[in-house]
């Protein structure tokens, strides 16, 4: 049976473009000691393949701690190579079929959508669940970057059967209109990794998206 995405969870993107005093695997231990439940190990622009495999397996080796879903952004091979539990792809990556066929039936696929229109598609591909963004101005994609805003947001959240993950510019002040919109997951990078205090945010940002539950 295909793993599936943990819903109404924090998904904490391990990159730390942002926080270069961190190791990707330090970071992504500080993200798991707030209690978070997904971590997408991103290392874009990385060449070195072998890095990128050590980092993973690094990661990987936290599972003994720790419960958690482990994504990689990318690199379909390390995937297919890894006990990872999924891949996150982009349009500027291996097209999800031929991802598919690459890491098996049993990973998740999830897909960064920039429309209505890809997140469809992206859904009749097979994508297992779709990140649609960026929802607000970020730092992460710059100032060139498509704002989509909640309302285009929420119409995606109600043309989908598969999960939905919000990301871009997500915060303590604008969380609560994101949640409204029903999605599945909301996924962060700034917000978590220039946190004064990051095992206190994570586990402040799990808790108020766990809440939505209730």
Request: charged share 25%; hydrophobic share 40%; with cysteine.
């Amino acid at each position: 049976m295909r793993s599936k995405l943990p819903l109404r969870s924090l998904y904490a993107i391990c990159d730390t473009s942002f926080s270069p005093q961190h190791s990707h695997v330090e970071l992504a231990r500080l993200l798991l000691l707030g209690g978070a439940p997904i971590l997408q190990l991103r290392m874009k622009g990385e060449k070195d393949v072998a890095r990128i495999r050590r980092t993973t397996q690094g990661i990987l080796a936290l599972k003994k701690e720790f419960s958690f879903t482990l994504l990689l952004n990318d690199f379909v091979q390390v995937a297919s190579d890894l006990p990872v539990d999924g891949i996150h792809l982009g349009q500027d990556d291996l097209p999800l079929p031929e991802a598919r066929e690459r890491v098996g039936r049993d990973k998740i696929i999830g897909y960064s959508s920039h429309s209505l229109e890809e997140a469809k598609r992206a859904q009749a591909q097979g994508a297992d669940y779709v990140a649609f963004g960026a929802i607000f101005p970020t730092k992460t994609k710059g100032p060139g970057h498509p704002v989509q805003g909640v309302e285009k947001l929420k119409a995606v959240v109600q043309s989908l059967s598969v999960p939905v993950v919000a990301i871009g510019g997500i915060g303590r002040d604008n969380l609560e209109a994101v949640l409204k919109t029903g999605v599945a997951s909301v996924a962060m990078i700034t917000a978590l990794t220039q946190a004064q205090d990051l095992i206190e945010t994570t586990r402040w940002f799990v808790n108020k998206i766990r809440a939505q539950e209730k």
